[in-house]
């Protein structure tokens, strides 16, 4: 099946600093990409959705001034968590896929603040 | 609301035995339903998924069955093996364009010799 990459798997930063995680698909172009997050012992929840070369739509909750989705181009997608707080250390997981296509998952990230 | 509602585990078998792991779900229209797999430090992987009412999705010996009357599409093994100790996701997905994701909490799921 396609492969789909994060980096990094982990990472600890300060509290007020911003984080960078990207997502890739390795060997297929993306035309979507999601973003989800999941909390301990809890669901996948998604954040948003982006098409390449357009804005991110995101979930109702969830804020985009802190949650910056870029999809610059149809294997790469970021998201960057502005000035991070504790509450926001997490595991972010995202897919890509072809519109209307099966979506393909990577490993996912894990997010500690400090 | 769409939402899935997923059998709470964790879940311990020993190796050869039925496994079910049961789902439910709510949603409008006629959603399309998923099993995804996560195994330990990987991504989740599409296990099987099943598209319209009556349809059986299966996959390496897994199976479900998506039924409309009691919205339901419970996943079944019929003699489980230790490759298969891995956390499991059902979902449904609504296609708008694209596939729009809701998860269930998955079952860890641990297989003994």
């Known amino acids: 099946g396609a492969v789909v990459s994060q980096h990094p798997s982990r990472v600890i930063c300060k509290s007020g600093t911003s984080v960078k995680i990207e997502c890739r698909s390795l060997d297929f172009q993306a035309t979507t990409m999601f973003w989800y997050r999941q909390f301990p012992k809890k669901s996948l929840m998604l954040m948003a959705t982006s098409n390449e070369g357009s804005k991110a739509t995101y979930e109702q909750g969830v804020e985009k001034d802190k949650f910056l989705i870029n999809h610059a181009s149809l294997t790469l997608s970021t998201l960057t968590v502005t000035s991070a707080h504790p509450e926001d250390s997490s595991f972010y997981i995202c897919?890509?896929?072809?519109?209307?296509?099966?979506?393909?998952f990577g490993p996912g990230t894990r997010l500690l603040v400090l | 609301g769409d939402s899935v509602t997923q059998m709470e585990g964790p879940v311990t078998l020993s190796e050869e035995a039925f496994l079910t792991i049961n789902c439910t779900y709510t949603?409008?229209?006629?959603?399309?339903l998923f099993w995804y797999v996560q195994y330990p430090g990987e991504g989740l992987q599409l296990l099987l998924k099943a598209t319209k009412a009556d349809d059986k999705g299966s996959n390496k010996g897994f199976e479900a069955t998506y039924r409309k009357e009691t919205t339901s599409f419970h996943l079944e093994k019929g003699s489980v093996q230790v490759s298969d100790s891995a956390v499991y996701f059902c979902a449904l997905g609504t296609n708008f364009g694209n596939e729009k994701l809701t998860f269930g909490t998955g079952t860890r799921l641990t297989i003994i010799p």
């Open positions: 897919s890509a896929s072809l519109v209307g296509k099966t979506q393909y």
């Open positions: 949603a409008t229209g006629y959603p399309s």
